[in-house]
């Protein structure tokens, strides 16, 4: 009788095993779709200068958009003129605006006169600065769902 119960445990422990491999397989094909991340090259066109750095910053959200204490990623690469090539790693699926500035100076802040007009170039993600300020988070969403080159013009 013994022998009898000792088949059918071993056979449930490698049935088991056997499941939970397909369950690790099956969650793991699942999340890659559902929490992969992405890659985002921006080509920054129009670098007047090779002083300072190409400061950039990444927001998901109209209430966040262009709050420094509510960015979602920011750096920054040193500029070359003409063309600066920004890498922004590991963004999931999702809605995005970027804004960016030469910090050519390299105080790390957008310098403007006194009427609040930014001295430096400054660039969006599809949007363009207006007349009365900077364009809304809806002119400059994209949405990311793979990797992605972007070229956005400094003026």
């Keep these: 009788m013994a022998s009898k119960l000792n088949l059918p ?3 449930n422990i490698s049935s088991m095993r056997n499941k939970n491999r397909v369950l690790l397989l099956v969650f793991g ?3 890659n779709m559902v929490f992969s991340q992405h890659n985002l ?3 920054v066109d129009g670098v007047t200068s090779e002083k300072g750095n190409i400061c950039f910053a990444v927001y ?3 209430s ?3 709050k ?3 960015v979602y990623k920011s ?3 040193k500029a070359v003129t003409g063309n600066t090539i920004i890498k922004i790693n590991d963004l999931p699926k999702g809605d995005y605006a970027i804004a960016i500035f030469h910090d050519a100076n390299g105080n790390k802040n957008i310098d403007t006169n006194m009427l609040g007009i930014p001295k430096e170039q400054i660039a969006f993600s599809k949007g363009k600065m207006k007349m009365f300020g900077p364009p809304k988070f809806k002119e400059c969403v994209f949405t990311l769902n793979s ?3 972007m070229t956005i013009i400094l003026e």
């Design 9 to 11: 445990l071993k056979w």
């Design 29 to 31: 094909a699942i999340s």
């Design 41 to 43: 090259s921006l080509n």
């Design 60 to 62: 998901t959200d109209e």
């Design 64 to 66: 966040s958009f262009l």
């Design 68 to 70: 420094f204490n509510r």
């Design 75 to 77: 750096g920054s690469e």
């Design 147 to 149: 990797n992605l080159d």
